[in-house]
């Protein structure tokens, strides 16, 4: 690949002196005991405005958190709440992967898909892919291209589209899954670093994605059609390109035992709906808390979203393994789950080293000191909500240039921005919206995106003279507009007051009793 030049060039040139994020969250956990023993010497200290307890610095090495740290540590790494929500709905999701589900039920919707919508189709089924976790990258991109050329339409045009929606629209969906359990699941230590009875649940954006979905289609959809397309000229294979082979292979209709098997995937689908259904409505349900303030009632249920999904995508994969043949005896199953847990390895291995700095950062006490610190020199300048949050999805944007594990920049940045923010009346779960739609916008602009080699790959597969440059090209128009919508999007969320999911809104509120806690002095 050659070097890039200019302000890209920097940005990759940058990104690649930067060391792998288990080592940076290293060197972090290292800058942290060094803070730590500065501010208990100089005796840092906050009041906690939610609480009224005052927190002082404490330094990493004393002997209550060396005990912490050592003994601790197996403990540590299991309280990590992402750690086992992720985990939970792996069992299930590498079922549904490996049966081949996922796979075939987006090549079906594709397939499928009318050309007078063929666009928009290809971005809301790239944005719900999401739940298929890395099949979103290596189906739904190629396979786009495969549909547009099929249709008369250049192939680049629709790679383009499904790498947007796919990869630059991240942050949408149409229901909650893995990266809402992740993300979120980083979310809620953060906040009880201020407000130990918070809690968060992984519906807490599923409108604000929904809503990610109902404003980036149309921005794709214009985008392509009006102006990658009419850029890229009338497409004709080029000399040496490999398409009738691959193309044929992927554009193949689906198989009867496929179709078969979806049918029994999405009777399974039904029979989950209706036994969490059933759960809910039944007297003294433990989907249902008749005792919670209004809006809470149903915690419970969202809380329980985890499990159904983990169980929904094992039954749905078990019935489509059976239905297509793909599954012979339950041990598939069992290798296909294990599989699965396998190729988590890398994220297990960096959810020790972010447990560590996230736990560091709660018992050396400075998080919620330097939030209550910065919330008040925030209190100062009366900036709007909208703009503070516009601030949190730049500098989101900033990161993601240099860093792509979005689970390793929101472990690093939660234990500070989540705290400042609820102290300036702003919920965790909007400070974790504006932070997502920041990651997602600029995933499809930098080179040091993991998969930016792969879709170059798709995309050399229809024109070897394609470079990146040229995908660079193509991608920028999407990642500038969705900056754009974004941005505008976050602050009218804000300013209408919108519900980010069930019973979560955009401002927080102290505890009544908490509230009335004394004063600094």
């Not at 201020?194 to 404003?215: E, K």
């Not at 939030?371 to 009366?382: E, F, H, R, Y």
């Not at 993601?400 to 390793?408: K, V």
């Not at 916008?441 to 080179?447: C, E, G, K, Q, R």
Request: charged share 10%; hydrophobic share 55%; with cysteine.
């Amino acid at each position: 690949m050659t070097e890039t030049r200019g302000f890209l060039g920097f940005i990759e040139r940058t990104g690649n002196r930067l060391p792998d994020p288990v080592f940076l969250f290293l060197w972090l956990i290292l800058g942290l005991i060094a803070l730590s023993l500065v501010g208990a010497g100089l005796g840092w200290s906050a009041v906690n405005p939610v609480t009224g307890e005052t927190m002082a610095a404490k330094s990493l090495l004393s002997a209550e958190n060396l005990e912490k740290l050592i003994i601790g540590m197996p403990r540590t790494l299991a309280d990590f709440p992402p750690l086992a929500i992720v985990v939970t709905i792996i069992y299930g999701a590498s079922v549904a992967e490996r049966t081949g589900l996922f796979a075939t039920a987006i090549r079906g919707a594709l397939l499928n898909a009318p050309k007078a919508i063929l666009t928009p189709v290809v971005v809301v089924v790239g944005m719900v892919s999401h739940h298929a976790s890395d099949a979103s990258y290596v189906v739904v991109i190629p396979l786009a291209a495969v549909i547009f050329a099929a249709a008369g339409r250049h192939p680049l045009a629709g790679l383009a589209a499904g790498f947007a929606a796919v990869s630059g629209g991240y942050a949408g969906n149409l229901f909650p899954g893995a990266s809402d359990a992740l993300i979120l699941g980083i979310t809620e230590p953060a906040a009880r670093l201020i407000d130990p009875t918070y809690s968060v649940n992984i519906a807490g954006n599923w409108f604000f994605i929904v809503g990610v979905v109902i404003v980036f289609t149309p921005i794709v959809w214009f985008l392509t059609d009006r102006v990658i397309e009419p850029r890229l000229g009338k497409w004709s294979p080029a000399p040496g390109a490999v398409v009738p082979a691959t193309a044929e292979a992927e554009r193949a209709p689906l198989t009867p035992e496929q179709k078969k098997g979806l049918a029994w995937a999405g009777l399974a689908v039904l029979g989950m709906i209706a036994l969490w259904t059933a759960i809910t409505l039944l007297p003294g349900s433990p989907f249902v808390d008749p005792e919670a303030e209004a809006g809470q009632t149903y915690n419970p249920l969202y809380k329980s979203l985890v499990a159904f999904f983990a169980a929904t995508f094992f039954v749905a994969g078990g019935a489509y393994g059976a239905g297509s043949g793909t599954v012979k005896t339950h041990r598939d199953m069992v290798r296909m789950m294990v599989e699965g847990i396998a190729q988590l390895a890398p994220y297990i291995v960096l959810a020790f080293f972010a447990a560590h700095f996230v736990a560091m950062f709660n018992w050396s006490g400075l998080g919620p000191i330097l939030a209550v610190n910065a919330a008040a020199g925030l209190k100062t300048l009366a900036l709007p909500t909208p703009l503070l949050l516009i601030s949190v999805v730049l500098v989101s944007c900033f990161f993601d240039l240099f860093i792509g594990s979005a689970s390793a920049k929101w472990s690093a940045l939660a234990p500070i921005v989540v705290p400042m923010f609820m102290l300036l009346g702003i919920s965790p779960e909007m400070t974790t919206a504006a932070y997502r739609m920041g990651d997602s916008v600029t995933n499809i602009a930098t080179p040091l995106m993991s998969y930016f080699p792969l879709i170059l790959t798709f995309a050399q597969r229809w024109d070897r003279s394609f470079g990146l440059g040229s995908l660079m090209a193509t991608m920028l128009p999407y990642a500038g507009a969705f900056l754009v919508a974004g941005l505008l999007m976050v602050a009218a969320w804000v300013a209408l007051d919108l519900p980010l999911g069930p019973g979560v809104g955009v401002h927080y509120t102290p505890p009544p009793l908490a509230a009335a806690a004394p004063a600094a002095p």
